[in-house]
């Protein structure tokens, strides 16, 4: 059973920045891809930026030029530097892993609370 752990969220200014990490357990494999999603009341759950083992990212067009999303394959980890916060990126943010491509093996942390509040 794969557990992903997030830390880094919080409280943060507007044009402030935060840093998230998650990592990921259990695995033998290091996961196809990682990503964080994230959540805001009321609305639905959205891909914020993924990362592939490759390296090869994408991300929301809300948040292109804001943020970056890194990982490091021997430890499993992937992390979200968020620059430039706005008030619209406040959300619980989750990280996901799909350890394998093609099958149902798909994870999701407990999820980390950030707010952009002035």
């Known amino acids: 059973q794969v557990q992903l752990v997030e830390s880094g969220g919080g409280l943060v200014q507007p044009g402030g920045s935060l840093r998230l990490s998650c990592a990921a357990s259990g695995s033998i494999f290091s996961p196809h891809v990682m990503a964080w999603y994230r959540q805001a009341p009321g609305k639905q759950r959205e891909l914020v930026a993924g990362?592939?083992?490759?390296?090869?990212?994408n991300y929301a067009d809300s948040v292109k030029g804001r943020f970056t999303i890194s990982r490091d394959n021997a430890k499993n980890t992937v992390n979200l530097q968020m620059n430039s916060l706005k008030p619209e990126d406040t959300a619980v943010y989750y990280c996901?892993?799909?350890?394998?491509?093609?099958?149902?093996?798909?994870?999701w942390g407990q999820g980390t609370q950030v707010t952009v509040s002035s």
């Open positions: 996901y892993a799909k350890v394998r491509p093609g099958v149902p093996d798909d994870y």
């Open positions: 990362i592939n083992s490759g390296g090869r990212t």
